[in-house]
């Protein structure tokens, strides 16, 4: 057999462990066309749940991150969820990650309590807070609407944000830290923009064929990236 070295492509997908900071980061390229993104909800959603690995397997996810925070009792997102074209759930708070149809990401804070337009996009992910916007640390959790003192002191976090040079981060930071800190954090791996996800026993993340971090209770929604042969 020859091996053709100009066939040859780099995985779009590289896993960083900063083991002395307790930071794990899971790197998409989002310039690889062989990948692709998108939000997957438990089964009959909404108002129920599913295990992150039922829908990471279900999904056939190359990569998965727990997605946003949700109501134990109801078990609705707490921010607007939109997928394939419809608006699965308005929660009207907090801060969206967004990709367009023609694959551009964006993160925005929502108009707290205004009903968006998402149309035009493949996805929205609502979460938050805001951590990084327009390459600046822009964190206001009250302003957003976010009051429970779980979510709001220092804790464990996961986080998601894109960089300037087209690099998605999924980030799990493994000590307490407060949204102030965890945006630093976020700025200084080079994310142009990042939002805060849900934590504690939501977190989760999967890449390459292993669960990195494995929530301790069932999710709503998750974060998926695929990647194509």
């Not at 083991?19 to 790197?27: E, L």
């Not at 062989?34 to 829908?55: H, I, L, N, W, Y």
């Not at 990401?105 to 205004?114: K, S």
């Not at 805001?130 to 220092?154: I, M, N, Q, S, Y």
Request: net charge positive.
């Amino acid at each position: 057999m020859i091996f053709a070295p100009a066939l040859w492509q780099p995985s779009p997908i590289n896993i960083i462990q900063d083991r002395k900071n307790k930071v794990d980061t899971v790197v998409v390229n989002l310039n690889d066309q062989r990948a692709s993104f998108g939000v997957v909800t438990a089964k009959d959603f909404p108002g129920t749940d599913e295990s992150f690995a039922s829908m990471v397997g279900r999904s056939n996810a190359a990569v998965a991150i727990n997605g946003a925070y949700f109501s134990t009792t109801t078990l609705l997102p707490i921010g607007d969820l939109f997928v394939d074209g419809q608006l699965l759930h308005g929660g009207r708070m907090g801060t969206v990650l967004k990709m367009t149809e023609d694959g551009k990401m964006d993160i925005e804070r929502v108009v707290r309590h205004r009903t968006m337009d998402w149309r035009g996009h493949k996805f929205v992910l609502g979460c938050g807070p805001a951590l990084v916007l327009d390459g600046k640390v822009d964190v206001d959790w009250r302003g957003e609407g976010f009051r429970d003192p779980h979510v709001t002191g220092k804790t464990a976090r996961m986080a998601i944000g894109y960089t300037q040079g087209g690099k998605l981060l999924l980030v799990r930071i493994g000590r307490a830290v407060s949204f102030g800190e965890e945006a630093e954090i976020m700025r200084k791996l080079g994310c142009h923009e990042a939002m805060n996800l849900d934590a504690g026993a939501s977190s989760g993340l999967y890449a390459n064929g292993k669960i990195l971090v494995k929530p301790s209770r069932e999710l709503t929604s998750i974060l998926a990236a695929w990647v194509s042969q």
